[in-house]
């Protein structure tokens, strides 16, 4: 296939432009270049094979999709951001330029897409109550995490819950503005795929880190907040207690669930809109993660400092049983071999 990957030249989309040469496709790249993931810009080829554009700007993405079977959409704003005033910029990177995309490949004919989802479309994730059964606890109240009381409760009774794994199926519950722009594109994917008898699959991505995150930006994943730290001789700084429990999973595996997501819709069932869980199914703590990097590059151990951001989920690890049965995926990168090789992987910034 000829793929277009917007947002091929940044840390995912590098690595998914990888998966796809190395598994015989021509693959076109069409990226802005934005300094919140680009300090040190990487280079693009310019004419048939890269563009350096904007995905909002409609001229340019039509001229990108000239030619080609597929796309896979990774160009967003991602994280949470400096405070509510970045609401706009995400709206505008990542359901703008979504749809700005959409309406281009409708014109063009092109019926294929893939997109970089997120699991934080769920919110919290999955709880029971010992009393109660499975229940979705609201979001976490301001004063209790002002006390230390970071676990949520039971909605119905208040005592303990358990997390759990969540499912595709789960109801959608975003809980900041990355998260409700991310669902957003979802929504948009899927009355584009009905429209105009398309195929659009969403890999909802776990906590994706690697060689080639970006640092010391807000705009950042939370590995590379530590590795940052580590590497100017600082302890990492973990919020919260540290026992929040997330799924981290390797760049290379995401690129390669991309590739596959993008052979298997090839051909597919017209109309289709399908989700899938894309995580390691090794959840670990926040804090276990960050004294795995810290052992690995070798630096001090984190400090737990008790503090927190409210637009953060407590739990959310995700089942990705689908994504393996279904389209025969694997991740092939454990969770202290990856810590291990990205406390010594290039950075970029």
């Given at each position: 296939m000829r793929v277009l990957v917007t947002g091929?030249?940044?840390?995912?989309?590098?690595h998914v432009v990888e998966a796809l040469t190395a598994r015989g496709h021509e693959v076109a790249v069409l990226d802005a270049l934005?300094?919140?993931?680009?300090?040190?810009?990487p280079p693009v080829p310019d004419g048939r094979l890269g563009t350096v554009a904007d995905v909002r700007d409609r001229d340019a993405v039509r001229e990108a999709l000239r030619g080609v079977d597929a796309v896979c959409h990774q160009?967003?704003?991602?994280?949470?951001?400096?405070?509510?005033?970045?609401?706009?910029?995400?709206?505008?990177?990542?359901?703008?330029?979504?749809?700005?995309?959409?309406?281009?490949?409708?014109?063009?004919?092109?019926?294929?897409l893939v997109l970089a989802g997120s699991m934080v479309v769920y919110g919290e994730g999955r709880y029971a109550c010992a009393r109660h059964g499975v229940v979705r606890p609201g979001p976490r109240a301001a004063a209790d995490l002002d006390a230390g009381r970071f676990e949520p409760r039971c909605p119905d009774c208040g005592d303990e819950l358990s997390p759990g794994l969540v499912g595709e199926d789960a109801p959608a519950d975003p809980r900041n503005v990355y998260a409700s722009t991310k669902l957003a594109q979802e929504h948009l994917a899927a009355a584009w795929a009905r429209a105009c008898d398309g195929r659009a699959v969403s890999?909802?991505?776990?906590?994706?880190?690697?060689?080639?995150?970006?640092?010391?930006?807000p705009y950042?994943?939370?590995a590379s907040f530590f590795r940052s730290s580590l590497e100017r001789g600082e302890p990492p700084q973990v919020f919260e207690d540290g026992r929040q429990r997330r799924d981290f999973v390797h760049v290379r595996d995401v690129a390669a669930a991309n590739a596959m997501a993008l052979e298997a819709v090839h051909g597919g069932n017209a109309g289709a809109f399908t989700a899938y869980n894309t995580g390691s199914g090794e959840p670990h703590t926040v804090g276990e993660m960050a004294q795995e990097l810290a052992r690995a590059f070798g630096g001090p151990g984190p400090e737990v400092t008790g503090e927190y951001r409210l637009g953060d989920v407590r739990h959310v690890t995700a089942d990705?049983?689908?994504?393996?049965?279904?389209?025969?995926?694997?991740?092939?990168?454990?969770?202290?071999?990856?810590?291990?090789s990205f406390a010594k992987a290039p950075l970029r910034g």
């Open positions: 091929g030249a940044g840390f995912i989309g590098s934005l300094p919140s993931a680009h300090a040190d810009p160009a967003a704003m991602v994280g949470l951001g400096k405070d509510f005033a970045d609401a706009p910029a995400y709206v505008g990177c990542n359901d703008l330029g979504t749809a700005v995309l959409l309406a281009g490949m409708a014109e063009a004919g092109v019926r294929e890999l909802r991505y776990h906590n994706v880190y690697g060689p080639g995150m970006p640092r010391d930006t950042a994943g939370v990705s049983g689908r994504l393996r049965t279904e389209l025969g995926w694997r991740p092939e990168v454990g969770f202290a071999e990856g810590m291990a």
